[in-house]
């Protein structure tokens, strides 16, 4: 079965990110229609299509509009969350380096739906090539008059900056992203109050994702039908699946929401490599709970992926194979978000270390059997205690690994040292 | 007005209020570390998770607002055992060092962890903690990393409440801590308050370190006697040591909100100095001096001073300072009254209100207000004028309290003022410390620091406060109020039946209509407003 491309389409198509290609492959319509429209009906139309945030929550877009008081006396932005930082996730990337322009028009209909005259795309810091990219196709809209003042004609005025991150995994959180573009540490704030009231600046603002805005052009042209008809009801339209780890076939596959993780992994990702098995897999970037093989049947998609406990996040799927150390595997994942806890929250800062201090033990065969449940109970107090997500972030796929491999924790303590041999153990290492 | 329920109890309270704070009115105490009234809320320890129904999460009381209907549990399961966790994963990097911390016994975290914690530690030993070294943020506050909980206070406060920014914090997670920001000092006048804010042994004021244990302390509530603000404070002794070994700020949020300034807190050790002090008092005969008793250098006195009085063509001079309460102001001036004395003045500060950081006045005493509102001719002036005559001879006896009169003459007019001061019949002078002009004083009446006796300051503003007696003066010396009192009692018995200050203040009361409702019974713990302009 081939993709179902519809914000692919720039997929082998040489010079993609040029103004260009993208007006060639149908770029661009969709903005004198939106400019046309009243606002209302834009986020009407969003709503009925159905789209949700491609950004890791799943949160309907047009209701997220809709929270914006647009004759607010402050100004409104809005910012496009480009800090892709998730471990196993690599879609945003591609998007900005091939196809800016799809995004940038995403973001000047999400500007003129909420009455926003500037926005910031925050790129991650460790894009450099990609900001670069954005850069050059922010000239190139300039010259094309869809930014700047009057965009064709409309008296719509949009001013659209690309920011650079600086290094942090948090800054991919809303909050975080905008203290970070105020100049700031990039500290996720207590909520209330949401962005929507008071985000940038103290001002009304909109954040959304790479994804979620390349999709915006699509439905305005082809309409709300189109899209709901893609996909499952509650979850409609396409998705950009990543596929990585041990397996034969990485890369990214634009399908259907819904569509079995047992099919992506085979059909699309050629099965594991070596004639080896799949172990685990993680379906929606690092933060999401394992799911074992048994678990290969499920749609992956927001809703059916939260009813097992997991979630699909960004759909960044990563696949472990039997040769894996699930231990290790756990150990590296409380290393990562130990690393990049921002240090607010106690739950986070010291749960995150704990966790990676004791998995470290477990894992270098000094572990003690009360680690376990030691374990499981540190993740659950992390769990929904602090101001951002991240410190679930790192609690879910370890309380996931620990009760679905707990045999493998236990065996670790038994022999006093780690069963798996090292080199197998591909990325994880 | 919402009304709410908090743990099965309904209250109704005013609209913006947070949980913690609407809790504390129905006395339930939610432990909470970040959350500070005076400072932004960042519900960043996590400690005060309390259980909101309708709502799936624990929620932080300090972010939480009261509203119509609400219905909070801060004592159900899940909420204890929220905190509980808190509590475990605070103390996993924290040095379980309490009997060396400076912090042990008046710490929240101490605190917080025996009525909230689990009472124990899952963690491995001490040995797996993260270590980092101690650093100074400035030459009055040492910094463990160790110790910090990252609750951000210290930085809230740089930023917020002086804006002065100097504190930040440097590295991300676990890396995490708090520095002075680079190309700044931590000098502002209110630095020392980080380490009251600090709730845990993280910064530790440097004078005292590893020197004092908070629980022999005795605490008393006064006035600091340092500027004409009068802000309110908490003095710690230890009794063992009988010295003063800390200031701390009391919350009023009339005078001083919740903080003093470093002056306040620090510069006030001088009259602990025993090198400094005047212990006994001092008759000079003849050439020397000599130590002697009350009995003697106040009959002494008192006898001279009469003797002056009825001398034809007297001049007697009475001068004080706002230094003094209102109790030893009106005694004082009493005093010279009953004497005859047309020569009676106070020194006073220029009364401004333009206030470092709304605290430190440039009026450095705490009482100009008590001395205009009790009838003293006001204003430097009248001292110069006094000074003046003295310096042309026509004063032949003096009287000083509290005042050192060669800092009011010009350098090149000392000398002359020595030898009108060597020439006078009779010079009585009482101060705390010696000072040039107690060395020409034919008797010498060692008095109290403001920390060493009771009485009142007017402040400012208008507002009359207690000073409370913290410590005990050096040797034999006396609260001014009591030398006065027994001065006046062997020139006139009737006139100076006081019992103590609070009778002297029933006086000022009778007398001065703007203290008219002033009894030392409703001055109370934060003072009161004396009728009348500020």
Not at chain 1, 348 to 372: A, D, F, Q, S, V
Not at chain 1, 377 to 382: K, P
Not at chain 2, 86 to 94: D, G, P, Q, Y
Not at chain 2, 286 to 306: M, Q
Request: contains cysteine; glycine residues 10%.
């Amino acid at each position: 079965m081939p993709e179902l491309r519809i914000i692919r389409s720039y997929a082998g198509v040489q010079d993609s990110h040029k103004i260009e290609s993208y007006i060639q492959r149908g770029g661009y319509q969709a903005l004198p229609k939106a400019l046309g429209m009243d606002p209302d009906d834009i986020i009407d139309l969003i709503k009925r299509a159905g789209l949700r945030g491609r950004g890791g929550a799943g949160f309907p877009t047009g209701v997220k509009w809709g929270f914006i008081q647009r004759d607010s006396k402050k100004p409104i932005y809005l910012c496009c969350n480009a800090d892709e930082s998730e471990p196993g996730s690599f879609k945003d990337r591609e998007i900005i380096e091939q196809d800016p322009h799809q995004m940038l028009e995403g973001i000047i209909i999400g500007c003129y739906t909420i009455n926003s005259h500037k926005s910031y795309i925050y790129i991650r810091g460790e894009m450099p090539y990609g900001a670069g990219v954005l850069e050059r196709a922010l000239e190139e809209a300039y010259e094309n008059g869809y930014l700047g003042k009057n965009i064709l004609n409309s008296g719509f005025d949009l001013d659209v900056v690309v920011f650079r991150g600086a290094g942090a995994y948090i800054c991919g959180e809303e909050t975080g992203l905008l203290e970070s573009i105020e100049g700031k540490n990039g500290e996720p704030r207590p909520k209330p109050p949401f962005p929507a009231q008071s985000g940038l600046f103290g001002c009304p603002t909109i954040v959304n994702n790479v994804e979620t805005l390349a999709f915006v052009p699509h439905i305005i042209n082809r309409g709300a039908e189109w899209f709901s008809e893609i996909g499952t009801p509650k979850n409609t339209g396409t998705k950009i699946y990543g596929l990585c780890g041990q397996i034969n076939n990485p890369g990214l596959y634009e399908l259907p929401l819904g569509i079995p993780l047992r099919e992506l992994i085979d059909e699309y990702g050629g099965g594991v490599p070596g004639g080896r098995k799949v172990k685990a897999v993680s379906p929606g970037g690092s933060s999401a709970p394992l799911l074992t093989a048994d678990e290969l049947d499920l749609k992956m998609d927001f809703d059916t992926l939260s009813e097992v406990g997991s979630m699909l996040g960004t759909a960044g799927v990563t696949v472990i194979d039997d040769s894996t150390c699930m231990v290790r595997v756990a150990q590296n994942l409380a290393h990562f978000y130990r690393d990049e806890s921002c240090g607010q929250c106690v739950q986070c800062r010291e749960g995150t270390w704990w966790l990676e201090k004791m998995l470290t033990m477990i894992e270098e065969g000094r572990g003690r059997m009360e680690y376990i449940d030691t374990l499981l109970d540190a993740c659950s107090q992390m769990r929904g205690t602090t101001i951002c997500a991240l410190a679930d972030g790192c609690a879910m796929p370890v309380e996931s690994i620990v009760k679905k491999f707990r045999h493998e924790f236990e065996e670790h303590i038994k022999l006093g040292k780690c069963p798996f041999e090292r080199e197998h153990m591909g990325e994880w290492s | 007005m919402p009304k709410l329920t908090i743990d099965g109890k309904e209250l109704e309270v005013e609209d913006g209020l947070n949980l913690i704070e609407a809790a504390s009115r129905i006395g339930v105490d939610i432990p909470h570390f970040c959350y500070h009234p005076a400072l932004s809320v960042v519900a960043q320890c996590r400690q005060c998770l309390v259980e909101v129904e309708g709502v799936p999460k624990v929620m932080p009381a300090c972010n939480t607002y009261v509203r119509e209907g609400l219905i909070v549990k801060t004592d159900s399961e899940r909420a204890v055992e929220a905190r509980k966790a808190t509590v475990e994963f605070t103390l996993i990097n924290h040095p379980l060092d309490c009997p060396i911390c400076d912090k042990g016994g008046e710490c929240p975290l101490q605190k917080t962890t025996v009525s909230h914690g689990p009472g124990y530690s899952r963690f491995e030993g001490p040995e797996e903690k993260k270590v980092r070294q101690k650093y100074y943020l400035s030459d009055k506050i040492i910094y463990d990393p160790n110790r910090c909980i990252m609750c951000t206070r210290c930085v809230r406060f740089t930023e917020e409440v002086t804006q002065t920014g100097e504190l930040g914090y440097e590295g991300r997670g676990f890396r995490k801590k708090i520095v002075v920001f680079p190309g700044k000092n931590l000098d502002n006048e209110l630095s020392g308050n980080v380490t009251d804010l600090c709730p845990v042994g993280a910064l530790l004021n440097k004078d005292t370190l590893h020197e004092e244990r908070v629980w022999y302390w005795k605490f008393t509530d006064t006035v600091c006697s340092l500027c004409s603000n009068g802000c309110n404070i908490t003095v710690g002794v230890d009794p063992r040591k009988g010295k003063v070994a800390r200031v701390r700020p009391r919350t009023n949020v009339d005078v001083n909100d919740y903080w003093i300034c470093d002056r306040g807190r620090y510069e006030w050790t001088d009259i602990q100095d025993a090198d400094k002090r005047l212990k006994d008092p001092i008759i000079r005969k003849g050439e020397g001096y000599e130590i002697t008793d009350w009995e003697e250098a106040v009959s002494f006195s008192a006898t001279r001073l009469l003797e002056e009085s009825r001398k034809p063509l007297q001049s007697i001079a009475f001068i004080t300072s706002a230094a003094l309460t209102n109790e030893e102001l009106y005694l004082f001036k009493k005093l010279g009254q009953t004497l005859g004395s047309s020569n009676i003045a106070s020194s006073i500060g220029l009364i401004n209100d333009k206030k470092t950081f709304g605290l430190l006045s440039s009026d450095p005493y705490p009482n100009s207000t008590g001395v205009k509102d009790l009838g003293y001719p006001y204003g430097s002036n009248m001292v110069f004028e006094v000074i003046e005559s003295i310096m042309e001879g026509k004063v032949k006896s003096l009287y000083t309290a509290g005042i050192d009169i060669f800092d009011f003459v010009k350098k090149e007019d000392k000398p002359r003022l020595s030898e009108a001061l060597s020439n006078l019949s009779l010079f009585v002078a009482q101060d705390v410390m010696l000072t040039e002009t107690l060395r020409l004083a034919h008797v010498i009446l060692p008095g109290a620091s403001a920390y060493e006796k009771d009485g009142t300051f007017t402040n400012d503003r208008g507002r009359v406060q207690r000073v409370r007696k913290a410590i005990t003066p050096p040797g034999t010396a006396k609260a001014d109020w009591e030398i006065l009192l027994q001065i006046g009692k062997e020139i006139n018995e009737t006139l100076f039946s006081y019992k103590d200050p609070g009778d002297v203040m029933n006086a000022i009361a009778n007398e001065h209509p703007a203290y008219g409702d002033i009894s030392y019974d409703n001055i109370g713990m934060l003072g009161v407003q004396r009728s009348g302009p500020a």
